[in-house]
């Protein structure tokens, strides 16, 4: 159950901010009045310190998450089955990155350094999608994780193509587009491995299933009603749709999908309602989430000491980079 954090995410995030003198009290119903009207918030406009804390929050671990989610798959770019496969494997890896330095460059216009998100992600206070602390442990996991894991990912991704807050809406108009090749190149190595594979490799695909179904349920983020942060993002119009009703509109479009692959979903519950117009499903668990979530999953430790790793391998980069920039600078004022 979400306990200590949610009380402290109230307190920071949705309880209402002491607003000092009548001037902020006129920014404050200012900034309100371009909410309402579903104006972008941008980068030099006046915005609550809460409205700033919680962007940042989000958006530094959205971008963890591009960058995180880059090791389970790079995992097999060497073991490809094919030259094709690794050289869309690379790419797709390759566009994850450039997701995370995105949003990254997002955040960094609220006013955080990239130093300080790296910081909390590597003394692990940052959060980043729990998905990406499950093993990948075989090729069909690849074709699954683009399926389910990136198809998940774009379904909750593409409302915030509407966030009020206009530099990472904009930022999510490009990578929503490259998720969704994402999720084609996934599907398409899965078919590939169920229709022209040999019973073994269908089997790997539906093993890979069972293992990645939940776990990609619980990217939507806690049910609505044990989410600190919903009610207080939807009002600022950072989230748009809840976290459950995403979640239920993406195992609607995987059912079809999954008949499409010819893999059976790993939830016996799983049925179409005609009263709801919509897919019942079984319980999720909810205490596996938070395990994971709270740094006790699978590959936690693994997926951590693998970044800090880099990040302390290419200390020597960015000292020479800086160096470089410096030297620049003093030649640019000598010449000035
Ligand atoms: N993994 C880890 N933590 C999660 C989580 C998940 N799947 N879902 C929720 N949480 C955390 C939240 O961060 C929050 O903790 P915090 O307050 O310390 O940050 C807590 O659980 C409660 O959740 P809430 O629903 O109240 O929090 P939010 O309102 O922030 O909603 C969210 C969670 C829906 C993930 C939202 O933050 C969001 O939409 N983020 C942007 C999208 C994103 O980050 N997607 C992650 C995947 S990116 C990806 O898959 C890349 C692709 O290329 C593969």
């Not at 941008?42 to 971008?63: C, F, G, M």
């Not at 093993?207 to 990645?212: F, T």
């Not at 790793?309 to 920039?325: I, S």
């Amino acid at each position: 159950m979400y306990t200590q954090a949610m009380d402290l995410m109230g307190k920071e995030a949705g309880a209402p901010q002491a607003v000092a003198s009548p001037e902020e009290q006129a920014l404050q119903q200012r900034f309100d009045a371009r909410i309402d009207a579903g104006e972008f918030i941008e980068a030099k406009d006046w915005l609550p310190e809460n409205y700033r804390k919680t962007l940042v929050r989000q958006i530094s671990q959205h971008a963890h998450s591009e960058i995180v989610g880059m090791l389970p798959e790079g995992n097999w770019v060497t073991r490809a089955p094919t030259l094709k496969r690794k050289a869309i494997l690379l790419a797709k890896i390759q566009d994850e990155a450039g997701h995370g330095l995105y949003l990254y460059s997002a955040a960094e216009t609220l006013g955080t350094s990239r130093d300080q998100m790296l910081a909390a992600l590597h003394s692990g206070r940052a959060k980043y999608s729990s998905i990406f602390n499950y093993p990948t442990l075989t090729w069909a996991d690849v074709g699954v994780i683009g399926w389910l894991v990136d198809g998940a990912a774009i379904m909750n991704q593409v409302p915030l193509c509407r966030c009020s807050y206009g530099p990472y809406a904009r930022a999510m108009v490009r990578i929503c587009r490259e998720e969704s090749f994402h999720q084609r190149q996934g599907f398409d190595a899965l078919l590939t491995m169920v229709q022209k594979g040999t019973d073994a490799q269908r089997a790997m695909v539906q093993d890979a299933v069972n293992r990645w179904w939940w776990p990609s349920l619980m990217m939507f983020g806690p049910p609505d009603d044990q989410s600190p942060n919903s009610a207080q993002s939807m009002r600022w119009g950072i989230k748009r749709i809840s976290n459950d009703e995403l979640r239920q509109k993406f195992i609607d479009a995987c059912v079809q999908q999954a008949r499409v692959l010819g893999v059976g979903l790993p939830d016996p519950d799983l049925k179409w309602n005609e009263e709801r117009q919509a897919h019942d499903h079984g319980a999720i668990d909810w205490d596996e989430f938070w395990r994971v979530v709270g740094g006790d999953g699978p590959c936690n430790r693994e997926r951590l000491a693998a970044r800090v790793q880099a990040w302390d391998d290419g200390a020597w980069v960015r000292e020479a980079a800086l160096a470089h920039a410096e030297k620049q600078a003093r030649r640019e004022r000598a010449a000035a």
